[in-house]
């Protein structure tokens, strides 16, 4: 019933990098103050942090700029790459309140100020670069760099030949470093980056104590929030799972998410039941975004929606299980230790934040004893020391 995500995914890499609509010139070192254009979400950003790294790596003494959303600023202070950051709530990027204009106005005023070299303009397939690539024009920045489906004129002088989905899907990782490529920002390494601080850390272990967590046990991260109810496995087979993890290691159950995902957190808590209710600790709104991702760095194991918690594994090489919704085939794991699990249908790629079949088969098509059987087997593969020895003979004895 259940495949690897790999197997039904649209064709990628060769199928994708159709060539660009002509050879495109390198940047050379005369390019050295860039703004990077991605106004979406803290997943996207990450995803993109392969793509700044090559940008920057390109030629010495590169300046970065993210012009990004309010979910990409707050990111941006994890970022090496990134030597400054502009918020900027564009009003190409999803549905928006109705505002007047003088703040478009303002922002291209200030992008004009600041006198960039050169603009790259990070999409996905369904978004189009055009509004982006609009303001870059008019605030004077000379070099512009995109994909886009119709041929965009003066609006990009470096224009990448959108081809997907029709030639294939690339992963988001894959789909801006190609694009950087075209310019020949060449990437060495291509993980995604995240770099936390000592004082994530410390606010980490500090709150921990508070709420009498052990930090010598070792604990599982479950996140069952995600921003699309399309999204979202059910919290109850999310309390099925992680009854059974606790039964069999012994390991805590940490249970986060935002302060409007505290109803799935109860929820996920309840349907575990009362015999491992000490394992369980309900962490919503617990944490700012540094300590938070201390956490899954220190995780056993991450257990997630595909959403935020699962990129940001990805950055710091946390071992995930991914309860991936058929929805959008580019956004899972990346070069982290990783299970991908879903019921596949025939109503995949749906891309709708609500399923418009009712059903959310995609998701309510896994067990819940695969999602436990998905992180025993991660914890076995990357951490067969736990630090107890009792964990490790359960997981031991499970897995065998």
């Known amino acids: 019933m259940m495949k690897r995500l790999a197997q039904i995914a649209p064709p990628t890499a060769a199928h994708a990098a159709v060539a660009a609509a002509a050879p495109l010139a390198p940047w050379g070192d005369d390019v050295k103050r860039i703004l990077c254009v991605r106004t979406d979400n803290l997943g996207d950003v990450l995803m993109t942090t392969p793509a700044l790294h090559a940008l920057r790596a390109a030629s010495p003494d590169r300046h970065l700029t993210l012009l990004t959303s309010p979910a990409g600023e707050a990111i941006a202070p994890f970022l090496a790459d990134v030597d400054d950051v502009i918020r900027y709530d564009a009003p190409w990027t999803r549905n928006r309140p109705p505002r007047s204009h003088p703040a478009d106005l303002a922002m291209r005023a200030l992008l004009e100020e600041r006198q960039f070299d050169a603009a790259v303009i990070f999409t996905v397939y369904s978004q189009n670069p055009l509004p982006a690539a609009t303001m870059c024009y008019l605030a004077g920045i000379h070099r512009r760099l995109a994909r886009c489906r119709e041929n965009p004129y003066a609006l990009l002088n470096d224009w990448v030949r959108e ?3 029709e030639h294939g899907t690339q992963h988001e990782v894959e789909r801006q470093l190609t694009l950087v490529a075209a310019v020949g920002a060449q990437a060495v390494d291509s993980r995604m980056r995240m770099q936390l601080r000592d004082i994530d850390r410390k606010t980490l272990a500090a709150a921990l104590a508070r709420r009498g967590i052990d930090p010598a046990v070792p604990f599982a991260v479950i996140h069952p929030g995600a921003s699309a109810e399309s999204r979202r496995y059910p919290a109850e087979r999310f309390g099925d799972a992680a009854a059974r993890l606790v039964r069999q290691t012994g390991m805590n159950m940490l249970v986060t998410g935002s302060a409007s995902e505290a109803p799935l957190a109860r929820t996920l808590i309840e349907a575990a039941g009362p015999s491992v209710r000490t394992f369980m600790h309900d962490l919503t709104d617990a944490f700012e975004l540094g300590a938070f991702s201390a956490l899954i760095e220190r ?21 995930v299980v991914d309860l991936y919704a058929l929805t959008n085939p580019q956004h899972g794991p990346w070069k982290t230790p990783h299970r991908v699990l879903f019921n596949d249908v025939e109503c995949r790629w749906c891309y709708r934040s609500v399923c418009p079949q009712g059903h959310h088969a995609c998701l309510r098509g896994i067990p819940p004893i695969e999602v436990a059987n998905a ?5 076995a593969e990357t951490k067969p020391s736990t630090g107890s020895p009792s964990i490790a003979n359960r997981i031991a004895t499970h897995t065998e």
């Open 375 to 379: 992180a025993l087997e991660l914890i």
């Open 299 to 319: 995780a056993m194991v991450v257990i997630s929606n595909n959403s935020g918690p699962v990129h940001i594994a990805s950055a710091l090489g946390a071992p």
């Open 163 to 165: 081809t997907e989905p």
